[in-house]
């Protein structure tokens, strides 16, 4: 058996880029919405004083985690923001120093046992850097009574088009990437890491295979090119060939799946103490002239980057967090960076809606079954749509319209271009209302 | 920097090149050696009769779309291909009047009036094809020989009535029949093209043309010949695989090819017509959303679905 994928254009044209630090910017806007789950509440007040890695937002709430000041100033107002989403939350507004003052908060945690290392991932405001961006620390925090997590994943695939950070994190920080993985394996007593790669990446492969020769338990796993090679779902059952189920989270399968930039940032905050405060991002597309890797401090607006990499503003008319399938457009080029952005990409206006002889626009369905062929989970988006044109609940339900992770590829192969995967998303919601 | 500028629209933000118009234009090149074929076996007026059923086609699709304030669809390429593959149905005696009206019963009324390309439950060409042999039979038999070049037509009977050809000369299409089904060899190039292209699937041709073989041997009747004779190779390459009216898993594609091959071949060896190409996939077009209903498709970990409404009333309470 095997799980549908589709062959996408990778793009990955800045792979050998080194990753360039992006300098401190004058102002940075932090929103306590980080992440899936709920938002945190400001801690800081207008006029309060922060330094690097103080903590400036928490929650009470179980799917949530500490939000950190990136730099060291002063907070300038703390008000509400519009996130990218269509959700509002508080966001803290910082004037940069320059200084960059560490914290006296920070300091290397001692992780001896599996509380301790939940405690100190809770603490570090790390969450999954993939893009979904699931808070890392309840992965961890399994119930040990009813499950036995006998794999780790490491998700390294990086299926998107563009996007080559997660890449970058493998050629420049593979030490990183081994020790947390031997760190997490001995915490948490696993026997197997999978380490999945696509096979577009064979440096990164053959850098990962030659520094892990000696550890049996981990294994590089030479993963097809094939989009969603990266999801959940998919990874964990190329790499392991088990099926999570419907409704289950990998860890009731034994499984715990990481990305692999996360997994080197939690090496760094045990050696160091240093929350989560920069990620390293991919800006890219073909409004960019420079376009590039770079590490900036969370906060940092897009704008800025995206400047940073000689974008050409005039012409840009979509600017996408994230990759090209699975990303969300921005309606304004000065939101500041948050912790789940592993990609900036601009773009200029559609080449397709150029004229030509040939028809290019919408058509009804012409039920040639691609769509179908090309769902990762066996889903029927052709099918989707019209019992959601007819508002018909009960079959949305019986063909699992809520299994759909949104991943795209129906939309992408749609010969008649129709929006499949928007579709589904609107049945999601349709389904699950009352 | 002006944000009026930005587009915000739901992902995926690219998408693949092959649009309807392409994957129709493929059809048509894979059509286009069948065509040769026919020009060079039946002489000059094969190659206008198809010209001129293409072009009333995308005629009568453009008349509708105006007739019916619709959106200009014949830039998708879909009625040229029905307008080909009607062509090939037809003996290229035929008068072009009567093409005219069979191109009319397959773009207006069996596509049309359904609503257009997707909508429609049989395919138009073949509806055409039943059309003009049950209205005008004398002139839809009046097969020509081929390679006989003179401007008057000598008729014959074709391979399925004589029962005697070589399968050499069926295979390369030195016989009677439709202008485009008698080239076994350019149909099946045609048919490779479509496959390799990832245009059709070969499951529902395969399964057609293996079903005609096998229950030919299966009654005592020489298989190969019921192959080769005859619309089998045009109907399983171009006609069955019709995304609109075929089913949409490939499962439902073996089925549907198996009951085209039964039909074909119970109309042709106890039915009063000698060829049941046609009505064989009509018939399976009709039963075709019945096949989809049987072939879903089980989504990978899915749980039942009773189980998960036992779990939302126990919730409510």
């Not at chain 1, 770079?294 to 607006?301: D, Q, W």
């Not at chain 2, 019963?105 to 429609?120: D, E, P, S």
Request: proline content about 5%; charged content about 20%; some cysteine.
């Amino acid at each position: 058996m095997r799980l549908n994928g589709i062959h996408i254009p990778h793009r990955k044209g800045t792979q050998y880029f080194e990753t360039q630090t992006f300098p401190v910017p004058e102002r940075v806007k932090i929103s306590m919405s980080q992440h899936m789950g709920a938002p945190c509440t400001p801690l800081v007040k207008k006029g309060d004083t922060v330094k690097v890695g103080q903590k400036i937002g928490e929650s009470e709430a179980f799917m949530s985690c500490p939000v950190h000041s990136s730099v060291s100033g002063e907070v300038v107002d703390v008000s509400d923001m519009l996130l990218a989403n269509g959700k509002t939350c508080k966001a803290v507004e910082i004037a940069c120093d320059g200084q960059q003052t560490m914290s006296e908060e920070i300091e290397p945690p001692v992780v001896t046992d599996k509380q301790s290392l939940v405690k100190a991932v809770r603490e570090s405001g790390c969450c999954g850097l993939g893009g979904a961006g699931f808070p890392t620390h309840i992965k961890l925090n399994y119930d040990e009574s009813k499950v036995d997590i006998d794999s780790l994943v490491i998700n390294a695939a990086e299926c998107e088009p563009y996007i080559t950070s997660d890449f970058r994190e493998m050629m420049e920080n593979t030490q990183d990437i081994i020790e947390g993985i031997k760190t997490l394996c001995k915490i948490l007593e696993i026997e197997n890491v999978y380490i999945g790669i696509e096979d577009n990446k064979p440096q990164a492969i053959e850098k990962l295979t030659k520094q892990t020769e000696n550890e049996d338990s981990i294994h590089v796993v030479k993963l097809k090119s094939s989009y969603p090679q990266g999801a959940e779902k998919v990874i964990a059952f190329s790499t392991t060939g088990r099926i999570i189920k419907e409704g289950n989270l990998p860890s009731d399968h034994g499984i715990i799946v990481m990305n692999v930039s996360t997994v080197a940032f939690i090496n760094r905050y045990i050696k160091t103490g240093v929350p989560l405060i920069s990620r390293r991002l991919t800006i890219d597309g073909d409004a960019v002239n420079k376009p590039c890797n770079v590490k900036a401090l969370i906060g940092t607006s897009v704008k800025d980057l995206l400047e940073f990499a000689e974008t050409d503003f005039d012409k840009a008319q979509k600017i996408i967090a994230g990759g090209p399938m699975m990303g969300m457009c921005l309606y304004d080029a000065d939101t500041p960076l948050s912790k789940t952005n592993n990609a900036f990409l601009a773009f200029k206006e559609k080449t397709y809606a150029k004229k030509s002889l040939l028809y290019k626009g919408q058509t009804n369905c012409i039920r040639c079954g691609r769509c179908i062929g090309a769902c990762p989970l066996g889903l029927m988006p052709t099918e989707l749509e019209k019992a959601y044109d007819r508002r018909d609940k009960d079959a949305l339900n019986k063909m699992k319209i809520n299994l759909c992770m949104n991943c795209g590829s129906c939309s992408f192969v749609c010969p008649a271009r129709r929006n499949l995967a928007e579709k589904n998303q609107l049945a999601k919601g349709f389904a699950f209302s009352k | 920097m002006n944000n009026e500028n930005l587009i915000v629209s739901p992902s995926p933000h690219i998408k693949s090149e092959r649009t309807t118009a392409r994957v129709m234009g493929h059809v048509l090149i894979a059509l286009f050696p069948a065509y040769v074929a026919s020009v060079i076996i039946f002489g000059l007026r094969a190659l206008f009769l198809v010209l001129f059923c293409a072009a009333t086609a995308v005629i009568w699709e453009r008349l509708c779309n105006i007739i019916m304030k619709r959106q200009n669809s014949i830039g998708d390429l879909s009625a040229a291909v029905t307008g080909v593959i009607l062509a090939f149905n037809l003996p290229v005696t035929l008068p072009f009047w009567i093409a005219a009206i069979g191109t009319f019963v397959a773009i207006v009324i069996a596509k049309q009036l359904f609503g257009g390309l997707g909508q429609n439950f049989a395919n138009p060409a073949i509806v055409g094809r039943i059309v003009l042999m049950l209205s005008f039979p004398a002139a839809m038999s009046n097969w020509a020989v081929p390679f006989y070049n003179s401007d008057k037509i000598i008729t014959s009977a074709t391979p399925l009535v004589t029962g005697k050809a070589k399968y050499i000369d069926l295979f390369l299409g030195k016989t009677g029949g439709c202008l485009g089904e008698v080239c076994a060899l350019a149909l099946l190039i045609g048919g490779v093209y479509l496959v390799v292209m990832k245009v059709i699937s070969p499951a529902a041709p395969l399964a057609f043309m293996g079903t005609v073989v096998a229950f030919s041997y299966l009654v005592g009747e020489d298989g190969i010949y019921q192959l080769l004779a005859g619309g089998v190779i045009l109907g399983a390459v171009f006609m069955a695989t019709d995304y609109v009216t075929t089913p949409i898993t490939n499962k439902g594609r073996v089925i549907f090819g198996i009951g085209c091959g039964i039909i074909t071949c119970v109309i042709r060896f106890w039915g009063s017509f000698p060829e049941g190409v046609s009505f064989g996939i009509l018939l399976m077009n009709i039963v075709t959303p019945y096949i989809d209903m049987a072939t879903k498709k089980k989504p990978i970990g899915a749980l039942p679905l009773e189980k998960k409404e036992k779990e939302v009333k126990a919730d409510e309470k």
